[in-house]
């Protein structure tokens, strides 16, 4: 495998990334969008269940000799319980995504990993996501619900296909065991902290002028494009450095962020965090990337429940330079042990 095929094979997890996300959504909002139940028990299907099947993952890819076979098949099994969650229930949705997340985020981490890509492939990889939830959530109330959901979870079967036709190319080797030691221990909890911050001031945070289907288009691709960006900066100028600019920036934009202009800025510097927090976490735990991707999406779940119950919901834009100064120094903390064990 060449590093084209890997450039490659995260491409297209990338755009199915976007497609499971927009199904679930799509048929979420179609048929529960005034359940809140509904909404909580797909989160916690969608994310929580992300860190048990992460560590079921790492088991069994431990004791494969084609540890690429078996993530490929979580992959695959998240898309088809994906399809079939649409026309079912958001429980069944939900542990597709996770499915999927969980299987096409080790692989996008392996071939980051194996080809020197420095986080860019993983911050390509977590990008789309976010235009999944926003066309899901914008063209759930359609006319034509029926012929786009047929249409889609015929994409998602012709996409599960050509992934079991081609595992081949997402060749990996299994890290070599090391034992986790107190240094890798906080530097996950470090990264998990920093998530659950994101999470909570990408829900409460609300900005007055983000109103209308152009600002949620808009925003949204700012959240996407700096996600990306996130990896693009940290492989040029080193982890702790991008820390520095994205948080700092962002911290300066959220107090500005009653402007539109300043706001979108914040969004984007804020989220550039993304790849590197998930790659933090990922060396601190080589041989245990699927636990190391599942405990920070179960951050995001921790992140959503004090929104999702009105504890701490649609804050002024300031509370956002609080958040990004204190994922600064939970990321500074996290590059200093880091640092450490080099």
């Known amino acids: 495998m060449n590093k084209k095929d890997g450039i490659l094979t995260i491409a297209f997890l ?11 959504i799509f048929s979420l909002f179609h048929s529960y969008q005034s359940v809140a139940e509904a909404f909580l028990i797909y989160n916690f299907c969608a994310f929580a269940l992300q860190m048990p099947f992460g560590i079921l993952l790492d088991l069994f890819n431990s004791k494969s000799d084609h540890p690429e076979v078996v993530s490929s098949y979580f992959t695959i099994a998240g898309i088809l319980f994906t399809a079939l969650g649409a026309y079912v229930s958001p429980i069944v949705s939900g542990i597709g995504n ?14 980051d990993e194996k080809f020197g890509f420095k986080g860019r492939g993983l911050g390509v990889f977590v990008a789309p ?53 107190t240094d890798s221990s906080k530097i996950l909890l470090a990264s998990l902290a920093a998530v659950i911050l994101r999470s909570v001031c990408g829900m409460a945070v609300s900005f007055e002028w983000k109103q209308g289907v152009f600002y949620a ?3 949204v691709a700012c959240i996407a494009c700096g996600k990306a960006a996130g990896g693009f900066l940290s492989a040029a100028i080193g982890k702790k450095k991008a820390v520095w600019i994205s948080l700092c920036a962002a911290a300066a934009c959220f107090a500005l962020g009653k402007n539109p202009v300043c706001g979108l800025a914040a969004l984007f510097f804020f989220n550039m ?8 976490a990922v060396h601190a735990v080589p ?54 064990r080099s």
């Open 273 to 280: 965090t993304m790849p590197l927090t998930l790659s933090e």
């Open 287 to 340: 041989d245990l990337p699927g636990f190391a991707f599942g405990i920070l999406t179960f951050g995001l779940f921790i992140g959503y429940l004090p929104v999702a119950y009105g504890i701490y919901a649609k804050v002024p834009e300031w509370h956002g330079t609080f958040m990004s100064i204190a994922t600064l120094m939970i990321l500074l903390y996290a590059a200093h042990l880091s640092g450490k």
């Open 217 to 219: 288009v808009v925003s």
């Open 14 to 24: 990338s755009i199915v990334h976007a497609a499971v996300d927009f199904t679930c």
């Open 129 to 181: 996501g976010a235009f999944g939830v926003l066309f899901g959530t914008l063209f759930a109330g359609s006319v034509f619900y029926q012929q786009i959901l047929i249409a889609v979870t015929c994409i998602l079967f012709i996409m599960a296909l050509y992934l079991k036709m081609n595992n081949g190319i997402m060749s990996f080797e299994n890290a070599e065991k090391k034992r986790i030691s």
């Open 98 to 111: 996770a499915l999927f997340h969980t299987g096409g985020g080790v692989i996008s981490m392996k071939q």
